[in-house]
Each structure stands twice: as C-alpha cells, then as structure tokens.
C-alpha cells in the first residue's frame, strides 16, 4: 500500500471517529435534593401515619401484658406472705409456697414473653419502614429522572453528595411538585420526618424493657 493511500485511509478513519463524538449529546448535570424530595413527599407523611399506628397499638399491647404481669405480681407478693404466716396451718402454708412458686415460673414467663414481645415488634417494624422507603425511594427516582429528561439533563445527581452546586442548575422544585402532583386533596395529619426521625422508636420498640416488678425479688439481668 503506498503512502498516499494510506493517507487517505487515516484521514477517513480519523473522520469517522470524529463525527461519532459528535454525535453524542453534550453533557448537561442538573442537582436535586433528595432529601428534601423524601421528607416531602406525600406519601412519605401516609407510611408514616400508618408506622405511627402500628407503634401505638404494639405499645397498647405491650402496656397490657405489663399491666397483667404486674397484677400477678401481686398476687405472688400475697401468697408469698401467707406461705410465711405462722397463724395458718401447716398445710395452708405449704399450698401457699407451692402456688407462690408457681406464680414466680408464670412471672418469669411473662417477662420472657414481653422482651420477645419487644423485639419481635422492633424488627416487624424496622424492616416494615425499610420496605416501604425502598419503594418510596423508587418512586421519586422515577420522577426525578422525567422532570431532568424534560430538562435535557443528560445526568441528575444527588447535590447532598456534592462539594458544591450551582442552584441554577437544581430540579429540587420542580421534582417536589412533580411527586405530590396526585397528592390527596386532605392530607393525613403527619409531621414530615427525616429518614433517621422515621425509624420505630415507641418504648414498644426501644431497648429498655417495660419489667414485671416482683416484691423482694431482684430481675434477672
């Protein structure tokens, strides 16, 4: 092949790669804070009101079984007292240690049935929440990415992520009204909260333990 082809070959090759770059759109990087999208957006404020629900009843139910342990606990106390009572007979005393025995094993019971109680309702609920933002997350990203398509945004990036943005360039607005376009005419009563502010945090969930309290007997630790 002689030099002058060549030339020629390079040339078009060289073309070519040039007219493909071309062709491609050029970059235009808008900004949303999304944040600022899941704190308000509608739907965010309903799962919330419906976690808030789910927290109230678990710590209904979790107060009851206090209540009902405390009221056994009671009753131990008074049995514990007459098994010890030397104006009863002998037979009366032993009936009454035996049922105070048994009632600390059903105190002790209860107790283990309130702390699986606690953390059984802490993992519904956490991971009830983490399904739920999954889903909302999903929803948002989806009209983000239609009102920077509409905008000719060939990228849209999270400006919670970056050192620094021009507002200029941020959909935060135009998302926000975008995700709560078929927002319900009457709201649910619920103060929009942050992700870490969403997490189940009712005493039915928490780490500290409603106890049963036993007269003259320390809990177990």
Do not use: C, H
């Given at each position: 092949?002689?030099?002058?082809?060549?030339?020629?070959?390079?040339?078009i090759a060289f073309g070519?790669?040039?007219?493909?770059?071309?062709?491609?759109?050029?970059?235009?990087?808008?900004?949303?804070?999304?944040?600022?999208?899941?704190?308000?957006?509608?739907?965010?404020?309903?799962?919330?009101?419906?976690?808030?629900?789910?927290?109230?009843?678990?710590?209904?139910?979790?107060?009851?079984?206090?209540?009902?342990?405390?009221?056994?606990?009671?009753?131990?106390?008074?049995?514990?007292?007459?098994?010890?009572?030397?104006?009863?007979?002998?037979?009366?005393?032993s009936k009454a240690e035996?049922?105070?025995?048994?009632?600390?094993?059903?105190?002790?019971?209860?107790?283990?049935?309130?702390?699986?109680?606690?953390?059984?309702?802490?993992?519904?609920?956490?991971?009830?929440?983490?399904?739920?933002?999954?889903?909302?997350?999903?929803?948002?990203?989806?009209?983000?990415?239609?009102?920077?398509?509409?905008?000719?945004?060939?990228?849209?990036?999270?400006?919670?992520?970056?050192?620094?943005?021009?507002?200029?360039?941020?959909?935060?607005?135009?998302?926000?009204?975008?995700?709560?376009?078929?927002?319900?005419?009457?709201?649910?009563?619920?103060?929009?909260?942050?992700?870490?502010?969403?997490?189940?945090?009712?005493?039915?969930?928490?780490?500290?333990?409603?106890?049963?309290?036993?007269?003259?007997?320390?809990?177990?630790?």
């Amino acid at each position: 092949m002689n030099r002058t082809l060549k030339s020629i070959l390079t040339s078009i090759a060289f073309g070519a790669t040039a007219l493909g770059l071309s062709a491609q759109p050029a970059l235009k990087m808008l900004t949303v804070d999304m944040s600022k999208l899941f704190e308000g957006y509608y739907k965010t404020e309903q799962e919330l009101a419906k976690l808030k629900a789910s927290e109230q009843k678990a710590q209904e139910e979790l107060e009851r079984m206090v209540k009902e342990g405390n009221q056994l606990a009671d009753q131990y106390k008074e049995t514990l007292e007459q098994s010890k009572n030397t104006l009863l007979t002998t037979e009366a005393r032993s009936k009454a240690e035996t049922d105070s025995a048994k009632m600390l094993d059903e105190i002790q019971r209860r107790q283990a049935d309130i702390n699986n109680f606690r953390g059984n309702t802490q993992r519904m609920l956490t991971q009830q929440w983490n399904n739920v933002r999954g889903v909302l997350v999903d929803e948002i990203d989806k009209k983000v990415a239609e009102v920077g398509k509409g905008k000719g945004a060939t990228v849209v990036v999270d400006r919670n992520s970056l050192v620094y943005a021009d507002s200029a360039y941020d959909i935060t607005e135009e998302s926000l009204a975008a995700i709560n376009k078929d927002r319900p005419a009457t709201p649910p009563a619920a103060t929009p909260a942050t992700p870490a502010q969403a997490a189940p945090a009712s005493s039915a969930t928490t780490s500290e333990t409603p106890r049963v309290t036993v007269p003259g007997l320390a809990p177990k630790k």
